[in-house]
Each structure stands twice: as structure tokens, then as C-alpha cells.
């Protein structure tokens, strides 16, 4: 490694422990494109077995991930304005993700229709959705309590993607463990976990616009993702 290269590496360990923004950047940068990778192992998998369930679970985890590209992209941002209009769009995303989910989970309730894999199968998505899972809930607990808008923004989308990553591992698990009719169960618990995503992305939305009528008009640059 040249010297170069290992000032580089130093300054990125430094920068990896001690400051926090800078750490949530880059684990964010890593889990966003696992978002990407897993939702389109999803969307494949949810053609290949002619399940719509999972294409649609893949088109809300790549909106997720869009999201965490707001904010990697934007974690530096010092303009109050502007990185409150990212913090909006945020959970703009979040909220169209979450809405879509809950209202192709509530078809459930009129249909009987119940998830069913081989163990393989089934094991393989469970440990998946479980990781997913695990991610989500790290990168809740590992953003800073900084009051930042960015950061707020981040902890609202590992919240929201812990959520809906409950419901995957749920439907997973009854699809090789279940003896009766889980349809209702899945049903129950993707419209309750759903409408609590879209509550984060609504909370998000009004939080922009009180926030926004108290700060002065200058500086304000017009957002771009």
C-alpha cells in the first residue's frame, strides 16, 4: 500500500469512529445498495414464482433506498432550508412506499390467499427479511441524536423499513411453519405495520411545513435528488 493510499485509509478509520455523521454516511452507502441487490432478488423472485406479493415488496425497498441516497448524497448539507426540503423528501418516499404496501396488503382481507414455499425456500427468504431487519434496526439505533434534519430523516427510514422487513419475515415463516389459513394474519399485520410506515412519512410531511414557515427565506435553493 503506498504511502499515499495508507494517509487515505487513516483518515478514513479517524473519520469512521469519530464522527458520527460520517459513520452513518457510509454505513447507509452499504445498506443502500443491499436495499437495491435485495429488491431486485425480490422482484425476481416474485416473477419467477408468479408472486406479486414480493415484486411490490421489491418496488417499496427500492424506494427505501432511494431514500438513504437522499441523504447520502446530501449528509454534508449545512443549508437549513434546502436540507429540511430533503428531509421532505424523504418522506415523501417513504409515505408513497408504505401507502402502496398497505393497500395491496388489504387486498388480503377479500381474498384467500395464502403464502406457501418449500423450507428451502421459505428458510432462505425468512433469513433474508431477518437481515434486513437487523439492518434497519442498526441503523436506527446507530444514527446520531444529533438534531439534524438528515439524520432525523435516516432513523425515520430504518424505522419505516424495520417495519414493513417484520411483515416479510412473518409472511416467510407462516408460508413453512403455518397449518391453517394465514392470509388473515398477513393481512392484519401489513396494514397495521403499513399504516404506522405512512404515519412516519405524514409526520415527516407536516413537520416540514411547520418547520419551514419559521425560517427566514434566504438561502433557499430549490432541492434536486
Same mark, same amino acid.
Given at each position: 500500500m503506498h504511502k499515499g493510499e495508507q494517509l487515505k485509509f487513516k483518515d478514513f478509520i479517524h473519520n469512521f469512529f469519530h464522527d458520527k455523521a460520517f459513520r452513518t454516511s457510509k454505513i447507509t452507502h452499504v445498506t443502500m445498495y443491499y436495499n437495491y441487490i435485495w429488491a431486485t432478488a425480490k422482484i425476481i423472485f416474485g416473477v419467477f414464482f408468479e408472486t406479486f406479493f414480493f415484486v411490490l415488496s421489491g418496488i417499496y425497498t427500492i424506494l427505501i433506498a432511494?431514500?438513504?441516497?437522499?441523504f447520502h448524497n446530501n449528509f454534508r448539507q449545512v443549508e437549513t432550508r434546502d436540507s429540511l426540503k430533503k428531509f421532505c423528501k424523504?418522506?415523501?418516499?417513504?409515505?408513497?412506499?408504505?401507502?402502496?404496501?398497505?393497500?395491496?396488503?388489504?387486498?388480503?382481507?377479500?381474498?384467500?390467499?395464502?403464502?406457501?414455499?418449500?423450507?428451502?425456500?421459505?428458510?432462505?427468504?425468512?433469513?433474508?427479511?431477518?437481515?434486513?431487519? /437487523?439492518?434497519?434496526?442498526?441503523?436506527?439505533?446507530?444514527?446520531?441524536?444529533?438534531?439534524?434534519?438528515?439524520?432525523? /430523516?435516516?432513523?425515520?427510514?430504518?424505522?419505516?423499513s424495520a417495519l414493513i422487513a417484520i411483515v416479510l419475515t412473518q409472511i416467510s415463516l407462516l408460508s413453512i411453519t403455518s397449518t391453517i389459513d394465514a392470509a388473515l394474519y398477513n393481512a392484519i399485520s401489513g396494514v397495521c405495520f403499513g399504516a404506522l410506515s405512512m404515519l412516519i412519512g405524514v409526520f415527516m410531511i407536516i413537520f416540514y411545513k411547520k418547520t419551514i414557515k419559521k425560517l427566514p427565506e434566504e438561502g433557499d435553493i430549490q432541492p434536486t435528488i
Open positions: 432511494s431514500t438513504k441516497r437522499v424523504m418522506g415523501i418516499l417513504i409515505l408513497v412506499a408504505s401507502a402502496i404496501f398497505v393497500i395491496y396488503m388489504s387486498r388480503l382481507f377479500f381474498m384467500d390467499y395464502t403464502y406457501t414455499y418449500n423450507k428451502i425456500v421459505g428458510i432462505t427468504i425468512a433469513a433474508f427479511s431477518f437481515t434486513e431487519l /437487523g439492518i434497519s434496526i442498526g441503523g436506527l439505533v446507530s444514527a446520531t441524536k444529533k438534531n439534524d434534519y438528515l439524520m432525523m /430523516g435516516i432513523k425515520c427510514c430504518n424505522l419505516s
